[in-house]
């Protein structure tokens, strides 16, 4: 099939599917002396999207997501490596509840995820994702983390460890409320 058919059965762009020909990213395809460019039908090959992600803990730090961001899109240029998507996002490396990260590990079609720190991504259970996760997780840099972002995090911990305990024995004081009020009900009914 011509490679104008092969882009459109793939879902992607005349272009990206000529940057994937040139960067060899589409086996058995060759270019015919006329300058046609064929791909054998037989070959079903999912293209390989990459997705950045970049991540601060406060939007205090919104110019070090950005540069963030930019930094590994550099990388990924630097690689070879389409970025089909970038995910920016704010919040503790200790939320769980990342709305844009649980998307981004939903998302089937992705194939590689570039970080510049494993950090980036979370704080604690990095090895969990690595090995449920169906694709590629790319750590650019290995180096120890911020330490202003490392005590935002641990504040965040603080915080959060503070407010479940407060919050337990508030609802302790009002069960036992409660029940001291249906005691109550049930003496004066008899």
């Known amino acids: 099939m011509k490679l104008s058919d092969y882009a459109k059965k793939h879902g992607m762009g005349y272009r990206t599917a000529w940057n994937h020909f040139k960067a060899g990213l589409i086996p058995n395809a060759k270019k015919l002396p ?7 039908d037989e070959v079903n090959i999912k293209a390989e999207r990459t997705a950045v992600y970049a991540r601060v803990s406060s939007s205090e730090n919104k110019t070090n997501l ?4 930019k930094r590994v899109q550099d990388f990924c240029a630097a690689k070879g490596w389409i970025v089909s998507m970038v995910v920016e996002e704010c919040g503790s490396g200790l939320n769980d509840d990342r709305k844009k990260l649980q998307k981004l590990l ?3 079609s992705v194939t590689r995820i570039v970080v510049e720190h494993k950090d980036r991504l979370t704080r604690f259970g990095f090895n969990y994702i690595k090995d449920l996760w169906h694709g590629e997780i790319v750590i650019i840099n290995e180096v120890v983390e911020d330490e202003s972002d490392l005590m935002q995090d641990f ?4 915080t959060s460890f503070t407010a479940r305990l407060y919050g337990r024995r508030r609802s ?3 069960t036992e409320k409660l029940i001291s009020q249906l005691q109550n009900d ?3 009914s008899v």
């Open 66 to 69: 950005v540069s963030q961001s």
């Open 172 to 174: 302790k004081r009002q």
């Open 186 to 188: 049930d003496t004066q």
């Open 155 to 158: 504040v965040s911990l603080v």
């Open 106 to 108: 939903l998302d089937k």
């Open 34 to 40: 006329s300058g046609m460019i064929i791909v054998d």
